[in-house]
């Protein structure tokens, strides 16, 4: 393949990622399918293709419909391990983010709800709201009508907006400090304070350090309010299973406010916040090693700055 082949296909790598990503939920599995695009341009006549953007962009989201149908994909994801990879602000694969529809696309919450969309309705949804494709391309991209494509994204966005947890808009600084206060809270014990600062119908949702087969689940403020002051209680087999004693940083993951906590420069566990009129609504804690790999990899190239507690 010639140099110029390979460079058109590198200037669209990052949109081709970001869509993967949100089509797929995991950074691995979106960096896969990009590459299996590639082999298929790269055996492809690439002299009959009149819009390389368009061809790449179907390529690519039927590779990732196919591993949404796949057996195993469809067995991890219906027994509970499966839980959306974290990444950090900045990452190229976040995509596009000029619009709250973009923005809200690759949150964990709304990531979480295209779980219970059909791979269809989910990349109809997708390539509607994130990347803005018009019904008749998307038609053209997943071989269906232009009506049908209609139709999938109404229901999608019915269904969403239906099931997404959320208060009024919280702008980053305010809702850092609501943060800040629940992490003090809960490193501090005061459980009372950390059930004021959640919604009434609050969730959390653990990988349990990817120590189990399932997720840990807990509703109410009550039961989330004691998981989180045990999950964020010092033990020494916490801290052997961290490797040494974090330092709490507070960042952006996919647009939300999360709790990191770092030993030396490596991301052992990260606490996602959905936030909304002073309250948190839900909590996503993730630790097993494979979900944050990549969120660790730019967390090495990143300038923190101080930790809100030096070591935990």
């Not at 916040?273 to 944050?292: H, I, M, P, S, Y």
């Amino acid at each position: 393949m010639d140099s110029a082949a390979v460079e058109r296909f590198e200037a669209g790598r990052d949109r081709l990622a970001s869509l993967a990503y949100r089509l797929l939920g995991s950074a691995a599995d979106a960096e896969d399918a990009v590459q299996d695009t590639f082999l298929r341009w790269q055996a492809a006549d690439r002299e009959r293709i009149e819009v390389p953007e368009a061809w790449l962009t179907k390529v690519l989201t039927n590779l990732c419909l196919d591993r949404l149908r796949s057996a195993q994909a469809r067995h991890e994801r219906a027994a509970g391990d499966w839980l959306p990879e974290p990444l950090l602000e900045g990452d190229p694969m976040l995509g596009p983010a000029d619009t709250v529809e973009q923005r809200e696309s690759v949150s964990l919450a709304v990531l979480a709800l295209l779980e219970r969309l059909s791979p269809v309705e989910r990349a109809v949804y997708v390539l509607r709201e994130a990347f803005s494709y018009r019904h008749a391309e998307i038609a053209g991209i997943l071989g269906i009508t232009e009506s049908a494509s209609q139709q999938h994204a109404h229901r999608a966005r019915v269904r969403i907006s239906a099931e997404r947890r959320r208060g009024g808009e919280t702008d980053p600084a305010s809702a850092r400090r609501v943060v800040e206060e629940f992490l003090a809270a809960a490193t501090s014990g005061r459980t009372e304070r950390l059930v004021a600062l959640l919604t009434d119908d609050a969730t959390a949702v653990s990988d349990g350090a990817g120590l189990g087969k399932r997720l840990l689940r807990y509703e109410t403020r009550e039961r989330v309010a004691s998981f989180v002051r045990a999950g964020f209680k010092p033990t020494p087999a916490k801290r052997r299973l961290a490797g040494g004693s974090p330092a709490m940083h507070i960042a952006l993951v996919n647009g939300s406010p999360a709790v990191l906590a770092v030993v030396g420069e490596r991301v052992v566990g990260a606490v996602v916040f959905d936030v909304g009129d002073g309250k948190v609504a839900a909590l996503r804690g993730v630790a097993a090693a494979e979900r944050l790999a990549r969120l660790n990899k730019a967390w090495r190239q990143h300038e923190p700055g101080a930790p809100v507690i030096d070591a935990w």
